[in-house]
């Protein structure tokens, strides 16, 4: 029987914090050993855990990314930022961050599922290595940084925050950098630093990141990017790799929404923000970057373009949307049938994007489907997650 067909409670495993370590003004880490005293799982760097949340109207899930040495700690480590919602804002306080932070303790149980999401290093490249991040994005690429340290790779790294007092793992990237002899370079933006800021120098720059802060301190190379953080703090990342020659292959990302949405967002006018470098008037304003401390929404992967595998689709893989009327063709740019339905102009509901949540599913009229990554709850009989789905031959949905 495949993997994907356990059931969620079958992927769960208990586990105990043991450590619950306070690393900036709103991100606290987590550190986690299994109760049965058996061996942490597998994981790759930039894999995240799935845990489950109680609530008073049941339980949700949450997911966070590792934030460790994924190859080297006896723990599994998370780093939560406490996500509050805007003053004078409906929408509520995170359910995940804020249990964790006001509720879990040093000794308390939780239910976690395996490592998992495609948003990797690849180990296997011998390419130098960007890493940007802004606030809490940093913790999917920290555990790359760990890994990064013990190759022979050169890694740069970007960190914008808001300010030092709520930036995170300062100490543990300058200690990376120290240790490497060069190898490793680290570059901190404060958006608006302290007076503590700048009295104990805990920055590099002022401001936000634009091209030409990025041209100052890149030589040309041909870099492989990975990048995590707010929507609009990768929209405009994402706009100066390509306007400084890096493919789109070479760009891996952590996102929440379409899949094609953050190249479409790059597309968009750029506003004006006082840039880090300083750069002239004409070049500040060709870019964006809002703050990266901005309000949070809940994660997802896409891979890096290379990475997909069998993304040629077969002859006669077609998918009917039943209500809506629309018959499309499967492409070998999708990776989904949520990704075909976007494409096509429909907007199913959907959340987590990689098989998690079941807010995509869907009822299967007619056909097969196979999965690209396997659901953490199998979907019943006739009932589809669209988000994580590829068709196999002519199929039909409810949608």
Not at 362 to 380: D, K, M
Request: aromatic content about 6%.
């Amino acid at each position: 029987m495949p993997r994907w067909k356990r059931d969620m409670a079958d992927a769960f495993r208990r586990f105990r914090v043991s450590a619950k370590i306070r690393e900036s003004d709103v991100v606290t880490s987590f550190h986690l050993a299994p109760v049965d005293g058996g061996p942490l799982w597998q994981a790759l760097p930039g894999q995240y855990l799935t845990f489950r949340v109680p609530t008073a109207a049941g339980s949700v899930l949450k997911t966070y990314s590792l934030s460790g040495d994924v190859q080297q700690d006896n723990f599994h480590r998370i780093s939560v930022k406490r996500e509050c919602a805007p003053t004078g804002n409906d929408v509520p306080d995170g359910v995940g961050s804020c249990w964790l932070h006001d509720h879990v303790t040093e000794g308390s149980e939780i239910d976690i599922a395996p490592p998992r999401g495609s948003f990797v290093l690849d180990q296997e490249s011998t390419r130098p290595v960007l890493l940007l991040a802004g606030g809490i994005g940093i913790t999917p690429l920290l555990a790359m940084a760990k890994v990064l340290a013990r190759s022979k790779r050169r890694v740069w790294i970007f960190h914008a925050c808001e300010n030092g007092d709520v930036q995170a793992f300062d100490a543990e990237l300058r200690a990376l950098a120290t240790a490497s002899g060069g190898r490793i370079s680290l570059h901190v933006v404060h958006r608006q630093p302290t007076a503590r800021d700048r009295a104990e120098r805990r920055f590099d720059s002022e401001g936000v990141i634009d091209t030409a802060l990025l041209q100052s301190h890149l030589p040309l190379d041909d870099y492989e990017v990975y990048m995590c953080g707010p929507t609009a703090f990768m929209a405009a990342m994402y706009r100066q790799l390509r306007a400084l020659g890096i493919e789109k292959s070479r760009i891996a990302y952590e996102f929440f929404g379409a899949a094609t949405s953050l190249e479409h967002l790059a597309e968009q006018p750029a506003t004006i923000s006082r840039a880090a470098s300083h750069a002239p008037k004409a070049i500040a304003a060709l870019v964006n970057l809002t703050d990266p401390e901005a309000w949070a929404v809940p994660d997802t992967t896409v891979p890096m373009a290379d990475d997909i595998p069998d993304r040629v689709p077969k002859d006669g893989d077609i998918v009917v949307f039943a209500k809506s009327g629309v018959t499309a063709a499967m492409r070998s740019d999708v990776r989904t049938l949520l990704e075909l339905a976007e494409d096509k102009g429909l907007a199913p509901d959907f959340s987590c994007r990689s098989g998690i949540c079941n807010t995509c599913r869907c009822t299967l009229v007619e056909g097969h489907v196979s999965y690209i990554e396997e659901p953490l709850e199998t979907p019943a009989d006739g009932q589809v997650l669209i988000c994580c789905a590829r068709p196999e031959g002519r199929v039909v949905l409810d949608l």
